[in-house]
């Protein structure tokens, strides 16, 4: 990965694409996204009603939005936050 550029973002060109907002995932009729923790592997499908519609769909998985501390050691349930 190049210096910068974000890992969880698309590139094309160079440049970044802008990622689907879940505003835009839930006017097709999807309310819910499967995440995986990436330093322990463990899954889950995570209801959006939560989060505001400008909040990308990649940035769901991140551990401030859930909730979960980074260094936990938790499983899929947790991952669903409160």
Known sequence: MMPGRNPRRAYQDGREIEPMSLGNMRA??????????????????????RFADAVYVPDVARPTLLQVPIEADHDAAELDGP
């Open 28 to 49: 097709q009729g999807v309310r819910s996204v499967w995440v995986e923790c990436e330093s322990c592997r463990h899954e889950a499908v995570v209801n959006d009603d």
